[in-house]
């Protein structure tokens, strides 16, 4: 028999990756403490991402209308995951992938659970912010056809009205799910191509299966308030983006952030390593 003379920490299989979280989850708390104003348009930003190529997505639903079912939901999920890609590769902030981010941060101890909260508002607020502009400034053009209106008041009323919470949280919590095993694997490669592949993958599942992504979500209603307002029922909004919340932080929190934090060190790992 050979002798085994591996440890414990040669089981830290990405433990690199890791590693990575916590250096960007000390730049977000940088950020946030020293020069808010450049966080806020970081999350401005994603949210704009998200609405513009969410406009995109039903264009080519709408586009592409009479055909297959399913292949109408492939390509709209293919064209859906370009968003969570420029978001990634620009380094914009996204409550979503924070989730999972700031759990790994906090299971090193590099975070306070105080100010986890405080970024986490911080950014979905102005995520929110970001699709409003989008849709505010679109308006007043002729990008949203009725069909694409039609398109996107269907899927408001599927989310809202037509799902029960429980539903809603399940939803939520398999969509995070995969966006963050996407950007956790993306993480170990350096070369473009394959961050994109492996980020648009976790998108394409979560948009093609109907999961519920809470900022994609509050985008969708940004575009009611500007287009069929009279439509929404505000209880069942709140009841999506509560529950929805909630979900993904259970999906990209828990299940990927903080098992793979637990999965690649010690807890006071980092703590010790600074001393």
């Known amino acids: 028999m050979i002798k085994n003379t591996k440890s414990v920490e040669d089981t830290f299989m990405s433990k690199a990756t890791v590693e990575n979280a916590v250096n960007q ?3 977000k708390q940088v950020m ?3 020069t808010p104003g450049r966080y806020i348009l970081k999350a401005i930003m994603s949210g704009f991402l998200l609405a513009i190529v969410t406009v995109f997505m039903f264009a080519m639903k709408t586009l592409f209308a009479g055909t297959n079912d399913g292949l109408i939901g492939l390509v709209g999920a293919i064209s859906f ?3 969570l890609v420029l978001i990634v590769l620009t380094h914009s902030e ?6 999972m981010y700031l759990t790994i941060g906090w299971y090193y101890k590099v975070i ?9 508002m911080v950014c979905f607020a102005f995520n929110i912010v970001g699709g409003f502009i989008l849709f505010g400034l679109m308006k007043f053009t002729q990008i949203m056809t009725p069909e ?3 398109a996107l008041s269907d899927m408001v009323q599927l989310k809202t009205v037509d799902s029960s919470w429980y539903e809603i949280l399940v939803k939520a919590i398999f969509c995070n799910f995969f966006i963050n095993i996407g950007i956790y694997v993306s993480i170990q490669f350096k070369d473009g191509l394959s961050k994109t592949f492996f ?3 976790g998108v394409i599942v979560f948009v093609f299966m109907g999961y519920e992504h809470v900022v994609f979500n509050a985008g969708l209603y940004a575009g009611m308030v500007f287009y069929n307002l009279e439509a929404l029922s505000w209880l069942d909004v709140l009841k999506n983006l509560f529950y929805a919340f909630i979900g993904n932080y259970i999906g990209g929190g828990i299940f990927v952030g ?4 637990y999965l690649n060190g010690d807890r006071n790992s980092m703590v010790t390593k600074e001393k």
Do not use: D, G, H, P
């Open 148 to 150: 694409m209106i039609t």
């Open 258 to 261: 903080l098992v793979y934090a």
């Open 25 to 27: 989850v000390q730049m």
């Open 94 to 99: 996204l409550l979503t992938s924070n989730f």
């Open 32 to 34: 946030i403490e020293r």
């Open 81 to 83: 995951s370009l968003a």
């Open 199 to 201: 980020i648009a993958c």
């Open 112 to 120: 306070t659970l105080n100010k986890i909260v405080v970024i986490a």
